[in-house]
């Protein structure tokens, strides 16, 4: 049985000399929440929460960890930890519910249940990748990602000294498409690369068909989200089924039942849960049970640790597949571990060490520290 002695909470930000833009606003800070859980035997494990915008989002987050959870996780004792965070917040889920502001509490209990799961890899002493397959490699590739149109070449530039064979794009601004820019794009890159594109949610419907009409042409890998993550199971099917180009989805889902749903469409390829933002490891795990495993093409941009914990999934349950990795300067991805966390080759490999590994790099904390519980 492990016993849960504390909780300590850092969040931080990393602010942005040149803010990263999407098609819904402007990031001017990287924010980050991270979760330290130690258990009586000294194991610690890792878990981030998802906070990247609005600009508040983070300074809440952390406020609702402190004063709503951690009083009930604290001497919390398990020996699973699937479905734990749902047995925890299971006395204040009627609260979020009542505020309408479920969207924070998957948040908050997707960091938590990955920071469980990582304190159970430490304990039981294995990396966390082989806790879910023991046949795990020690490494995955990498796609780029967090690349704006106007600085496309310079990053897939940056992108490629790193071995980099995968890049994404963001498009969608104003319900527009730069055929301009997709011109340039396809000029840029090889046979033995991959170029994808976000549009963020940017286009409603009827310019998402008429967008992807003109996409068929070129030879993108995926085009992300060219609809609201709110459309209903008609307008996916409709928007799946109505184009030659493959589409990608899952980093606004917010539900088992709908990646399901996706996941079931034969010719969707590609979905993207976020383990920092909606049910953690315990949903992965649980929907490559449910789908065909090497769909889950998984979503992050944020801190070194969901990056880590992400890697480690992908690793065991889809392997072949590359995991989005930002590609801008952010020593809280690179940085907060002791060991600087690499890309060579293309890819992020892993140690020995049990969970995801650690300890932190207090330099990196105390440099970018806007609060903690300590
Ligand atoms: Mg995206």
């Known amino acids: 049985m492990i016993k849960i002695k504390s909780l300590r909470s850092y969040y931080l930000e990393f602010p942005l000399i040149d803010p990263v833009i999407t098609s819904f606003g402007v990031m001017k800070t990287r924010p980050c929440i991270i979760i330290e859980l130690e258990d009586f035997n000294k194991n610690i494990g890792y878990g981030e929460i998802w906070c990247n915008f609005p600009s508040d989002a983070a300074s809440y987050r952390f406020n609702l960890l402190n004063s709503l959870y951690l009083n009930n996780i604290i001497g919390c004792e398990f020996s699973n930890p699937e479905k734990l965070i749902d047995k925890i917040a299971d006395t204040f889920k009627t609260l979020f519910v009542q505020s309408g502001d479920i969207g924070s509490f998957d948040n908050i209990n997707a960091g938590l ?11 039981k002493k294995i990396p966390l990748n082989k806790l879910l397959n023991t046949e795990s490699q020690k490494h995955i590739s990498v796609y780029a990602s967090g690349i704006n149109p106007s600085e496309s070449y310079e990053k897939i530039t940056i992108a490629r000294s790193m071995g980099i064979k995968a890049f994404k794009v963001k498009i969608g601004f104003n319900h527009s498409l730069d055929i301009d820019l997709l011109n340039v794009l396809t000029d840029y890159f090889s046979n033995e690369e991959m170029l994808m594109l976000d549009v963020n949610q940017g286009w409603n419907i009827d310019e998402a068909s008429k967008y992807l009409k ?7 890998s995926w085009i992300e989200e060219p609809i609201s993550a709110l459309s209903n199971k008609d307008e996916f099917n409709n928007i799946i089924n109505s184009t030659n180009c493959n589409l990608a989805f899952g980093e606004n889902i917010n539900n088992l039942d709908d990646f399901i749903f996706l996941g079931q469409n034969k010719k969707l390829k590609y979905i993207q849960p976020d383990l920092t933002k909606f049910g953690g490891i315990s949903l992965i795990n649980n929907l490559s049970k449910k789908i065909q495993s ?13 990056l880590l914990t992400s890697a480690h999934i992908m690793s065991a349950i889809n392997p072949s597949a590359f995991l989005e990795t930002d590609i801008n300067v952010n020593p809280l991805r690179t940085n907060l571990f002791k060991n600087e966390l690499k890309i060579e080759d293309g890819k992020i490999n ?7 590994g650690g300890p932190l790099n207090f330099d990196t904390i105390n440099k970018y520290l806007i609060s903690s519980n300590i």
Do not use: P, Q, R
Request: hydrophobic share 45%; glycine share 10%; proline share 0%.
């Open 214 to 220: 003109i996409l068929e042409n070129y030879n993108f």
């Open 350 to 356: 892993f140690s020995d060490d049990h969970g995801i």
């Open 113 to 123: 249940d990955c920071a469980f799961w990582d304190l159970f890899a430490k304990t």
């Open 294 to 306: 090497n769909k889950i093409w998984m979503h992050f941009l944020g801190s070194g640790v969901g």
